[in-house]
């Protein structure tokens, strides 16, 4: 399953990059802040609104939900007004950790290729 990435910006692009390749694979030990993604601007980050959209759009998993608040270690309160919805049958904990999963068992590859190294 190819999904294009030419209608998001560049800014979502690289975050879902690194969310995948940097975060998802340590994510049974630590989920990242929003700080974390965006030390300079945790309030503001790059590309996760557009990202988020898209996700949705294209039905896909949504990885936005690995990131946490450091103070109650759940996502902000944007993740659940934009995935969560109240017909699901689930209360907000139970979507949360039932999303995580998906976005656990969710081949990426096939949406998003893996960084370059960087060489001189």
């Known amino acids: 399953m190819k999904t294009s990435f030419e209608n998001i910006p560049r800014s979502s692009q690289l975050l879902l990059q690194k969310l995948v390749y940097r975060w998802l694979p340590n994510l049974d030990d630590y989920m990242p802040s929003y700080g974390d993604i965006s030390p300079m601007a ?45 017909e699901s049958g689930l209360n907000k904990s139970a979507f949360w950790k039932a999303a995580i999963t998906d976005v656990k068992t969710f081949n990426w590859s096939e949406i998003v290729e893996a960084p370059q190294p960087f060489k001189l």
Do not use: C, H, M
Request: glycine fraction near 6%; charged fraction near 30%.
């Open 42 to 86: 945790p309030r503001e980050v790059q590309g996760l609104e557009a990202l988020s959209i898209w996700l949705q759009e294209n039905k896909l998993p949504p990885i936005t939900g690995i990131i946490v608040l450091k103070a109650t270690r759940r996502p902000g309160k944007d993740f659940f007004e934009r995935f969560y919805s109240e």
